[in-house]
């Protein structure tokens, strides 16, 4: 037997299906993080890993700041990977996000995406690393030189100004590397009783630290202090020195992370000096914000330091 459906039921089902129809393009367009369809500021983070606590950090002050300010982050992970970081970014662009904040894993390998951007009507903002070859709107770092010369300082004194030294360099090519060696080396260069017997990479990386460190110690262990480029390298070094049964070897890291200093209360690791990378995050959220308003910002934005010691 067959059903006749009224000519009411027929109306009714067909709007349904209309706006069915309608509802499912309408949901998905407001899904998508693009600025320039809600009028909402959508800010990118190309960040250089996030396989360490010190960049971590960093992405999780960005995240809180974001979600305060009613703003959207989208955060890319380049694993300290120069070409996935500038398709990362090639991807930000797409988005047609209004900023982006970089904080480089090369700081020259991504100058040609950063000037692709900044082409293409988007602000960059770089973070703890430079840019080198491309001029952004603001830079937001604590004193990577500052910090090289006051880890020096706390060595030499901690020695006596006299024993030999050893530094482990982070990533290649990297501003934080270059800047933190160049003020570590501006204080202990010269000194005649201070010898510098090995000078290694470890790529910011805590196993690398170890390895490297062990490689040395095979060579050389009349180690007196060892300056590492950051808190994950120190803390491998430590491991190293601590294997070996040497004592009272001086190691300083860089960035004050919670393990550095949970080594230091311990007394394992002399000192690390202390960024904010939590600040960091915050002041590039809030800086994005004022760019996205057409306010003016300062090009070089300072973080401050302290060394953590026992």
Known sequence: MKRILSPLLVGLLAAGLMACSKQGPDTQ????????????????LAISTQNNPFFVALRDGADTEAKA?????????????????ISNIEDLIQKKVQIIMINPTDSDAVAG????????GIKVISLDRNVNGADVSAHIASDNKAGGKMAAEYILEKIGNKGNLVELEGIPGSSAARERGQGFHSVVDGHADVKLVAKQTADFDRAKGLSVMENILQGNKNVTAVFAHNDE?????????????????????????????????AGQLSATVQQ??????????????????????E???PVPLALVTQ
Not at 37 to 43: D, E, F
Not at 246 to 264: E, R
């Open 113 to 120: 995406v950063v000037k692709e951007a900044m082409n293409a």
């Open 233 to 265: 390298m120190a803390l491998g070094a430590f491991k190293a020195i601590e294997a070996a049964g040497l004592k009272n070897v001086v190691v300083v890291g860089f960035d004050a992370t919670p393990d550095a200093v949970k080594a230091v209360k």
């Open 299 to 301: 090009k070089s934005i």
């Open 29 to 44: 367009a407001a899904s998508e993080p693009a600025a320039a369809a809600s009028g909402a500021v959508t800010i990118g």
């Open 276 to 297: 904010k990378p939590e600040l960091i995050g915050k002041m590039g959220v809030d800086t994005a914000i004022k760019l996205s308003k057409g306010e003016a910002v």
């Open 69 to 85: 300010q009613g703003v959207t982050l989208i955060t890319v992970d380049a694993q300290d990977d120069s070409a996935k970081q």
